[in-house]
C-alpha cells in the first residue's frame, strides 16, 4: 500500500489522529509529549502513529500535510496543525471548542 493510501485510511478509520515520536504512553520527543497530554487532558479518544517505526510514513506525513514537523494532530481528517499551534489552541479553549463541535468530548 502507498504510504499517502495508508495515512488516508488512519484518517478515515479514526476522528482524531496524532502522528508522533514514539506513542501516548511512551514519547520519544517533548514536542509530542506535549500534543498528547493535551488531548489526554481534554479526555480525547485518539489514535497515536509512532511515525519512528516507518521512515515511509515519517517522511509520507509531512508530504501529506505540507507541514515540516511531527506531531501532527489530524481531527476528522483534516489537519489542525503541531505542537505549537496546538498548545495554543488549548491555551485559548479553541482546541476544546473545537471538539465540542466535532462531538468528540
Known amino acids: 500500500m502507498e504510504v499517502k493510501e495508508k495515512i488516508k485510511e488512519i484518517l478515515e478509520n479514526n476522528d482524531v489522529c496524532l502522528f508522533m515520536k514514539g506513542t501516548a504512553n511512551a514519547p520519544q520527543c517533548g ?34 500535510s505540507d507541514w515540516p514537523t511531527i506531531p501532527q494532530l489530524y481531527i476528522k481528517n483534516e489537519f489542525i496543525g503541531g505542537c505549537d499551534i496546538i498548545k495554543e489552541m488549548f491555551e485559548k479553549g479553541e ?11
Request: glycine share 2%; hydrophobic share 45%.
Open 31 to 64: 514536542f509530542s509529549s506535549a500534543v498528547a497530554n493535551v488531548l489526554k487532558h481534554l479526555k480525547v479518544n485518539f489514535k497515536d502513529i509512532n511515525v519512528l517505526e516507518d521512515e515511509n510514513l515519517r517522511q509520507g506525513i509531512k508530504d501529506f
Open 95 to 105: 482546541l476544546k471548542s473545537l471538539l465540542q463541535e466535532k462531538n468528540l468530548i
